[in-house]
């Protein structure tokens, strides 16, 4: 029985649900997810490992058409993984899609040139499939999605259920080499386990504050130091913000809001440390962060 191994690239639109697909896949949480665009900020790695095959899953920040240094580090992020991947799928939401046509498909077009310039196998996964009632509102979907993109196989799946994700899989491994894995059945991801955590620490911040204020964030882990005997880890963050007034707000009342994030942000790091952690988070004002290449190389962002 022969065995694939090989790299997809994750790529789309913000909030198209990549890296809710990716961790459907891989069969755990790998990438923070939420409600709001644009979460994604790095290149993330997931692996599926199988009898069969191994794949590495790439999952890529949003592509967009937003200015600013940080948003080109993004997008240099997405368009680094075509050239790597042995096949691109493009995530579109499809739900979206059917109901602003127009605006979905000025979404894709800074996608369009560079998928096609990639020179790699195409699929496309029109997601969100199951917050459509009437699936017949998908056909014309798909009729301007063939248009766009001719030679690519087109699949309706619904990442948050998993239904279609198999069908994806299975296309997405014929593309793949024959080839031994690459690396231990146990790994899921090649992010180190501090670029989790501070991962972690962002994703509550973009569930509990409002508006644009997560966009304004950035976290850094600053020390880490593990107990092995007690099955303790001492975790330090700073939670950097472009704003007096944003930093405020994080705070919140009396330390309020912090401390919900610092303590969401703690559960979790125990589940995926599997022990006890002792996280403590700072907030520093750090103006202008989103146009400083140095300090934006300097905490990981893009990579």
Request: glycine content about 8%.
């Amino acid at each position: 029985m022969s065995h694939r191994f090989g790299f997809a690239a994750l790529v789309g639109p913000p909030n198209a649900g990549k890296s809710t697909l990716m961790n459907h896949l891989v069969g755990q949480k790998v990438a923070i997810v939420s409600p709001k665009p644009q979460t994604t900020r790095n290149r993330i790695s997931g692996i599926l490992t199988r009898e069969d095959c191994q794949v590495v899953f790439l999952d890529t920040p949003g592509v967009h058409q937003h200015r600013g240094r940080m948003n080109r580090f993004l997008m240099e992020a997405a368009y680094g993984a075509l050239g790597s991947a042995d096949v691109v799928t493009v995530m579109v939401d499809g739900a979206a899609m059917a109901k602003n046509p127009d605006r979905a498909l000025s979404e894709l077009s800074p996608l369009v040139k560079a998928v096609s310039r990639c020179g790699r196998p195409v699929l496309v996964g029109v997601n969100k499939a199951d917050l459509l009632k009437e699936k017949a509102r998908l056909l014309p979907v798909i009729e301007e999605l063939a248009k766009i993109w001719p030679e690519a196989e087109l699949l309706p799946l619904s990442a948050l259920t998993g239904d279609g994700a198999d069908q994806l899989l299975s296309r997405i491994l014929t593309f793949l080499p024959e080839a031994p894995a690459m690396f231990p059945e146990d790994q899921v991801s090649t992010v180190p386990l501090r670029f989790m955590a501070a991962e972690i620490v962002r994703e509550k911040l973009f569930l509990t504050l409002s508006q644009e204020l997560p966009y304004s964030t950035a976290v850094e882990i600053e020390s880490w130091e593990e107990e092995t005997e007690r099955g303790l880890t001492h975790v330090a963050a700073v939670i950097y913000t472009a704003k007096d007034s944003h930093k405020a707000m994080i705070i919140g009342k009396g330390g309020a809001m912090l401390k919900k994030v610092g303590t969401m942000a703690r559960l979790e790091m125990e589940e995926l440390l599997e022990g006890q952690v002792d996280l403590k988070l700072w907030v520093k004002v750090r103006a202008g962060w989103t146009e400083d290449s140095g300090f934006m190389r300097s905490i990981g962002l893009g990579e």
